[in-house]
């Protein structure tokens, strides 16, 4: 019974190609997120999602774009993949109403080349 | 600005030695909440504990401790006895009090424990 699943756990594709990342959690949480944790282990928010409604949206390229169908998915596209955007993803979610500890899936290990 | 600081980078014991690693944070807010994640090797991120800015008691979970305190601004994380096992990067985290808000990360500390 996994909690915060994402697919795929790594992802290698060639620079310029469209990718997207899946996550979904079977949590009940209200808010999920997408963390970018680069090749230094530092880790940061790039989006929130509050029941299907954007939070937050830090200063990343447009090429990043996030997609929430329902409050148990946020997945995440990216266009026209650069070198730079090789990294792992994290998705994490969280409930609101009790707390705010996030729990995070498995990462996505994205290798562009 | 929030921030947390993870001053030590890196971390090498031996089995069975006690270990602390510190964590400083700054925040404007009355109210948020600290955390501390371990990232094995396998590479996902462990939720360890949760503390609550108005809540100062220190906690044990089994060889893990944790000391807060307001004044200095500090989390600390202490294991006890340490294990092969207990080899990861640990990071600490801020919360503000706030729906749907960002966790604010230190840079982690790489913790290797040799046997």
């Known amino acids: 019974d996994t909690a915060v699943s994402q697919t795929p756990k790594y992802l290698v594709t060639q620079m310029g190609n469209d990718k997207s990342i899946k996550c979904e959690q079977n949590l009940g949480h209200d808010t999920m997120y997408w963390y970018k944790q680069d090749s230094k282990k530092f880790l940061k928010i790039m989006f929130s999602?509050?029941?299907?409604?954007?939070?937050i949206n830090e200063t990343v390229p447009n090429r990043f774009s996030p997609k929430s169908p329902d409050k148990a998915h946020l997945n995440l596209h990216i266009n026209s993949l650069e070198l730079g955007d090789s990294a792992v993803y994290f998705c994490?979610?969280?409930?609101?109403?009790?707390?705010?500890?996030?729990?995070f899936g498995p990462g996505t290990r994205l290798t562009v080349l | 600005a929030q921030k947390v600081t993870q001053a030590q980078t890196e971390i090498s014991v031996v089995e069975k030695e006690d270990v602390t690693l510190d964590c400083v944070y700054e925040?404007?807010?009355?109210?948020?909440?600290l955390f501390w994640y371990k990232q094995p090797p396998s590479g996902e991120l462990v939720f360890l504990i949760r503390?609550?800015?108005?809540?100062?008691q220190n906690e044990i979970s089994g060889r893990y401790s944790w000391n807060f305190q307001k004044s200095t601004s500090s989390f600390n994380f202490t294991i006890t006895a340490s294990q092969v096992v207990d080899s990861a990067v640990y990071f600490c985290?801020?919360?503000?009090?706030?729906?749907?808000?960002?966790?604010?990360f230190g840079k982690g500390t790489t913790l290797s424990v040799s046997s």
């Open positions: 985290a801020l919360s503000p009090d706030q729906a749907g808000t960002a966790l604010i």
């Open positions: 994490a979610s969280s409930q609101t109403s009790t707390t705010y500890t996030q729990y």
């Open positions: 503390r609550n800015s108005f809540d100062e």
């Open positions: 999602y509050n029941n299907k409604e954007l939070i």
């Open positions: 925040t404007r807010d009355t109210t948020y909440y």
